[in-house]
Nanobody
Framework: VQLQASGGGVVQAGGSLRLSCAAS????????MGWFRQAPGKEREFVAA????????LYANSVQGRFTISRDNAKNTVYLHMNRLKPEDTAVYFC?????????????????WGQGTLVTVSS
């Protein structure tokens, strides 16, 4: 499966952005999907994930209540809605696909990745 992330940009603190992850080569309706981010000099960290079979979602504590992950199976796209953005949310955001939901918080368990999209939050 090929993943294409988009929607990044520059936004002021307190603003919102919506990231998209469009897939080709496989239907996302039967794939667990996640978003991760990587800030300069830091390791890639888990942000959010959505399970295909039951619609279960997971969030990192740092984004809980501010970010929402969703999917549109008809468009074969997964979204990350980001609200009340903070400067510490600045990072390159990556979407990934996995068949191992119980390891959804671990980037090493993802088989496919998009190219990343940069989000910059100014203070």
């Amino acid at each position: 499966v090929q993943l294409q992330a988009s929607g990044g940009g520059v936004v002021q603190a307190g603003g919102s952005l919506r990231l998209s992850c469009a897939a080709s080569g496989r239907s996302l309706s039967s794939v667990d999907m996640g978003w991760f981010r990587q800030a300069p000099g830091k390791e890639r960290e888990f942000v959010a994930a959505t399970e295909w079979s039951r619609g279960t979602t997971l969030y990192a504590n740092s984004v809980q209540g501010r970010f929402t992950i969703s999917r549109d199976n008809a468009k074969n796209t997964v979204y990350l809605h980001m609200n009340r953005l903070k400067p510490e949310d600045t990072a390159v955001y990556f979407c990934g696909a996995t068949d191992r939901w119980r390891f959804a918080k671990f980037s090493s368990k993802y088989d496919y990745w998009g190219q990343g999209t940069l989000v910059t939050v100014s203070s």
